[in-house]
């Protein structure tokens, strides 16, 4: 499916009540590239997107539970306080719902950093456990209205997660390790939940 075909059926969400789209994928498949450039091309009087990312646990956190190396696996998230956020997206009661955000230059979320106005009609949200059913994260079950996985090839993803993690301040040896080691454990994880999508997209 091409990006405009994508970009249309993310548009036929914007009409009539708030909806939520789902992006889920592998790291490195590109959810927030998409997720960010459908939003641009719809506007922000129709579309916003709100990352799972915010509601990882803060390093602190991690390191108290003996997680910090396993950071990314799904439990190192607060998925009762995602849970809430997206019912409270949903039920569109409140006139303006602030999310948390990711900031990648600190690898920290900040909370209540992104306002989401009711009026906007559709929100994106991205992360990599959209679709898994174990444990708390069965809580997601008739939240989203629709889910795309995003599947690009492996090497592609691979590569890219590399070079994000190199980036951010790993270097080149630290930076391999984690993208084939954590990072793809939890693709493992991700993939299996794939059946569940309304949608599997495979970008570039």
């Known amino acids: 499916m091409s990006y405009e075909q994508l970009l249309e059926r993310a548009r036929a969400l914007t009409t009539g009540p708030r909806r939520i789209l789902g992006l889920v994928g ?84 900040v909370g209540s950093a992104l306002p989401v106005p009711r009026e906007v009609p559709l929100v994106i949200t991205e992360g990599n456990y959209l679709l898994l059913r174990e444990g708390p994260w069965a809580a997601l079950e008739g939240l989203l209205d629709e889910c795309w996985y995003l599947e690009p090839a492996d090497d592609v993803r691979q590569a890219r997660l590399i070079a994000r993690h190199e980036a951010f301040g790993k270097d080149p040896a630290a930076a391999r390790a984690w993208a084939l080691g954590t990072d793809e454990d939890n693709a493992r994880v991700i993939a299996a939940s794939r059946h569940r999508a309304d949608l599997v997209v495979h970008p570039d």
């Open 26 to 109: 592998a790291p490195g498949s590109g959810k927030s590239t998409l997720a960010a450039r459908l939003a641009a091309d719809l506007g922000p009087e129709l579309a916003v997107v709100v990352g799972m990312d915010g509601y990882h646990y803060a390093d602190v956190v991690l390191e108290a539970l003996g997680r910090r190396e396993r950071k990314g696996a799904p439990d190192t998230f607060d998925v009762g306080g995602y849970v809430s956020l997206l019912r409270r997206l949903r039920s569109g009661e409140e006139s303006v719902v602030h999310a948390p955000q990711f900031r990648r230059e600190i690898e920290e979320p």
